[in-house]
């Protein structure tokens, strides 16, 4: 049985979270990532970036349901739900878009755990780390190629 040692992408493009939402479009383009890890100044892992946080960008925004009693507004939905979408909407930052807890694998996880993870979680990038340092990312592809 493979391991992710064996199938990860070793060669990492990260991003820092003040970077661009301009600037990690153009990654996005010319690399054909699907996610990016983000790390902060001292290269630690902090989150995961993708394609389809860039993509959430543009939904329409739910205007939550709300009732007027005397002097308050009451949400009938999640008030917190909502401000991260106008966050997410009008973000200017991989910090604004990316999320910040990013589900992490170590060099012996194997492939079974990871297509797992991948598909009970909803999630297509995984950083690969040792010791909690950044040595490598699976993505769809690499597992993939590992199955073929």
């Known amino acids: 049985m493979k391991i992710a040692e064996e199938i990860m992408t070793r060669k ?38 993708t394609q389809g946080d860039l993509i959430e960008q543009n939904k329409n ?6 009732i007027a009693l005397f002097d308050a507004v009451l949400f ?6 909502f401000e991260s979408d106008v966050k997410k909407l009008t973000g200017t930052t991989v910090e604004d878009i990316y999320h910040k807890h990013a589900i992490s694998i170590n060099l012996k996880t194997d492939i079974n755990e990871i297509t797992t993870l991948m598909a009970e979680k909803d999630i297509h990038t995984l950083p690969v ?20």
């Open 12 to 49: 990492v493009v990260t991003v820092n979270k003040s970077l661009s939402i301009k600037e990690l479009s153009k990654l996005f383009i010319e690399n054909r990532f699907n996610g990016i890890p983000v790390v902060d100044d001292e290269d630690n892992v902090i989150g995961v970036v």
């Open 76 to 81: 009938l939905e999640s008030e917190k739900k």
């Open 61 to 66: 925004l739910h205007i939550p349901t709300v």
């Open 129 to 148: 780390l040792d010791d909690g340092k950044l040595v490598g990312i699976i993505g769809k592809s690499d597992v993939i190629r590992a199955m073929a």
